[in-house]
C-alpha cells in the first residue's frame, strides 16, 4: 500500500516539529566560555599543585615534579568521580572537563564503579579497559604515525 506524498510529507513534518520541540538547545557562546573557565581552572589547580612541590622539594628534578603533578590530578580527579562531583562539573564545563588527564581518570574510574556488581574481575577490570580500549589504542597508533611523519621529515631535511 503506497501512500500519498502529502501524507508522507505532513507526517514528516509533524515529526520534525516535535524534534525541535523536545531536543535541547544550547548557548554556544556561553557552553565555550564554561569549557574555556572550567579547562583553564583545572589547568590553574595543576599548575599550582606544580609550583607548592616546586615549592616543597626544590631539590627534586622537574620530571619528578611533573610525575608527582601528575598523579595528584589523577587522584583528584578519581576522588571527585567517587563523590559524584565529576558529573556536575561537566554539566556546567562540557569539554572543558575532558582535559586528557583528568577525562581518562574519570572515564576509568566511572566505569569500574558502574561495572562493580559484576565482580572485580569480569565487572570493574574488563569494563573500564572496554571503556578506555580505544583511547589506548588511538594514543599508541596515532603517537607511531607522528613518529614515522617526524622521521620521515628529519629525513628529508
Not at 14 to 23: E, L, M, P, R, W
Not at 40 to 51: H, N
Request: net charge positive; aromatic share 10%; proline share 3%.
Amino acid at each position: 500500500m503506497i501512500k500519498d506524498d502529502a501524507a508522507i510529507k505532513a507526517r514528516n513534518e509533524k515529526y520534525n516539529a516535535y524534534v525541535k520541540k523536545v531536543s535541547p538547545t544550547s548557548a554556544g557562546f556561553k557552553s565555550l566560555a564554561h569549557a574555556f573557565l572550567i579547562g583553564g581552572f583545572t589547568c590553574l589547580i595543576a599548575q599550582f599543585v606544580a609550583e607548592t612541590y616546586r615549592l616543597l622539594f626544590p631539590q627534586m628534578d622537574i620530571d619528578f615534579v611533573a610525575n608527582a603533578t601528575s598523579v595528584t590530578i589523577i587522584t583528584a580527579a578519581i576522588l571527585i568521580t567517587g563523590l559524584g562531583w565529576y558529573d556536575v562539573i561537566a554539566r556546567i564545563g562540557g569539554a572543558g572537563s575532558f582535559l586528557p588527564i583528568t577525562g581518562f581518570a574519570n572515564a576509568m574510574s566511572s566505569a569500574a564503579m558502574e561495572y562493580k556488581s559484576e565482580g572485580i574481575i569480569f565487572g570493574s577490570n574488563v569494563k573500564t579497559f572496554t571503556v578506555v580500549g580505544p583511547v589506548i589504542v588511538n594514543g599508541v597508533v596515532w603517537s607511531t604515525v607522528a613518529g614515522l611523519i617526524r622521521l620521515v621529515a628529519e629525513l628529508i631535511v
